[in-house]
């Protein structure tokens, strides 16, 4: 059987956000900046800091100016951030931040939840984001959460995305993420969308953002390569969730898609083993184990060999 995969692919790390977020232990802006940097000296050349949100409503991403203020920016790394109307942009502006996320749900019944507004309105309100970031200089990049289904309604049609998709061009927006934010995809809707979508709309650079929750994270990724996708997010150590989508677990772990894409040749451009000395690290921090079969390997190999070396005591 001929598969076609790309060469190689862009990882982007969206633990310091999208992973934080959600954890009950909250990281000093010191540990966050730390992390950051690790991550971008373990070849990651794409990185979500931080959001610039309400404190009261993500208390995880309180201090995201500081965080931004406060990285050792690398050349060739882009450093992006989530915000979600005016008022972030201008904060994320102010902190040195030129790239930043816009986020809109498919699902109207999640739109309504995270943000009490019909998808068509939270994008109407982006228009003043998409005008300041005109005038300043700032990059922008769209997020379609729940792209592909919600408890709610089940599948999520690719007539609700094409709209979406559309209102983002109409902004100037070029780089989109399809967000599974519940893990509700499987491999073949993933193909399908995914080759519908960059058919109808080459312009655009297309990323998947993949959810664990019953486990079809990395098939799911394989799919989306297969349709001709090279932009993935992924979270170190698998953490991370939704806190508007209850149930959803963790991303998938950075490590994991860095292991799956080295054992198939497509180049990543990512240091594998300092990415797992990141994910213990980060375990260590937020004090649980987490979704992350390649970390879970290397600690179980780790067991083994200590035990293996133990003295023995006899009787």
Avoid at 25 to 35: G, H, M, N, W, Y
Avoid at 124 to 142: D, I, M, P, T
Avoid at 221 to 241: C, E, H, T, W, Y
Wanted: glycine share 10%; charged share 20%; hydrophobic share 40%.
């Amino acid at each position: 059987m001929n598969i076609t995969l790309p060469d190689e692919v862009i990882i982007c790390e969206v633990g310091p956000r999208d992973g934080l977020q959600n954890e009950k232990a909250v990281l000093t802006a010191e540990r966050k900046i730390e992390l950051i940097e690790r991550v971008a000296d373990a070849g990651v050349t794409v990185i979500e800091i931080g959001s610039f949100v309400h404190p009261k409503a993500v208390p995880a991403m309180a201090d995201t100016d500081d965080v931004a203020r406060g990285i050792r920016r690398r050349p060739g790394v882009e450093y992006r951030a989530l915000v979600l109307n005016r008022r972030g942009i201008e904060r994320a502006v102010a902190a040195g931040i030129l790239k930043a996320k816009l986020t809109v749900s498919a699902s109207p019944t999640h739109s309504k939840q995270n943000s009490n507004r019909p998808p068509a309105e939270v994008l109407a309100s982006f228009e003043e984001c998409a005008e300041f970031a005109r005038q300043n200089g700032v990059v922008l990049s769209g997020a379609i959460s729940t792209a592909f289904g919600y408890y709610a309604e089940g599948a999520i049609g690719l007539e609700l995305i094409i709209p979406l998709t559309e209102a983002y061009l109409a902004m100037g927006v070029r780089e989109i993420s399809m967000s599974d934010s519940t893990g509700f995809a499987n491999p073949k809707q993933v193909y399908s969308y995914m080759s519908e979508l960059m058919g109808k709309y080459p312009e655009v650079d297309w990323t998947l953002h993949a959810h664990n929750t019953r486990g079809l994270a990395l098939a799911n990724i394989f799919a989306a390569m297969q349709a001709g996708v090279k932009r993935f997010d992924s979270s170190f150590a698998g953490i991370g969730g939704c806190p508007f989508a209850p149930g959803a677990s963790g991303n998938v772990a950075t490590e994991d898609v860095a292991g799956m894409m080295e054992g198939m040749g497509v180049k990543t451009g990512l240091d594998q083993e300092k990415i797992l000395d990141i994910a213990e690290t980060v375990q260590s921090l937020i004090g649980h184990a987490t979704d992350s079969s390649t970390l879970k390997l290397r600690q179980g190999r780790s067991a083994v060999k200590s035990s293996c070396t133990s003295p023995v005591s006899g009787g």
